[in-house]
């Protein structure tokens, strides 16, 4: 038998009561990358469970834009997460593909595992493979998934996620996903 939601949860409270007073933005993202990247306990643990919900259907389960792109929230807001929530995002896609335009108004933990060598997870900061991006306060964007199918994991402060945020102009037709110059930030798909 696979890993379950509650296992998932409570591999996470420690993780969480160590970040929990911290901002997001790009010292936390090196940082998460150092301390808790892939190659580390806590990585390899929430990436299988993660993966292990996937597969057996308990995260990512919703359809957003079809089998491809599938959203699930984990766990809400609580006093035992120190109030963020856990969600997980599938997306499967070999050429780049957009997803729904959103904002962080506390910041993001996402931790980015992607399934398939080569597959990358793009964000505010740009492409990422295996390890975190820690979206800003404020930060808004369309995720975008290439070369594969890949699985975001990540931990809202306060729950918080907005989907009622329309992109400006430059937004709508500047991205990462269409870049071909944009760079890439790859580190070694787990095993």
Do not use: C
């Not at 409570?10 to 190659?39: C, Q």
């Not at 997306?91 to 990358?120: F, I, K, T, W």
């Not at 306060?158 to 996903?177: C, F, H, Q, V």
Request: negative net charge; charged residues 20%.
């Amino acid at each position: 038998m696979g890993a379950t939601a509650a296992d998932l949860i409570e591999r996470s409270i420690p993780f969480i009561e160590e970040i929990k007073n911290r901002t997001t933005g790009e010292e936390l993202e090196i940082w998460l990358n150092e301390t808790h990247g892939p190659g580390t306990a806590l990585w390899a643990d929430l990436a299988r469970m993660v993966t292990e919900g996937v597969r057996d259907g308990w995260a990512a389960n919703i359809e957003v834009d079809g089998p491809n792109y599938r959203r699930s929230r984990i766990a809400e807001p609580s006093e035992r997460l120190h109030y963020f929530s856990i969600t997980a995002v599938y997306m499967n896609s070999v050429p780049a593909y957009r997803g729904q335009y959103h904002q962080h108004p506390y910041g993001e933990l996402n931790m980015v595992v992607p399934l398939d060598a080569g597959a990358l997870l793009g964000g505010p900061r740009g492409w990422q493979g295996a390890g975190w991006t820690a979206p800003d306060p404020g930060s808004h964007h369309y995720p975008e998934a290439k070369g594969g199918a890949v699985i975001a994991l990540f931990f809202l402060p306060a729950g918080r996620i907005s989907y009622n945020i329309t992109p400006n102009e430059s937004t709508a037709l500047d991205s990462t996903a269409l870049d071909s110059t944009a760079p890439d930030s790859t580190a070694p798909v787990p095993a």
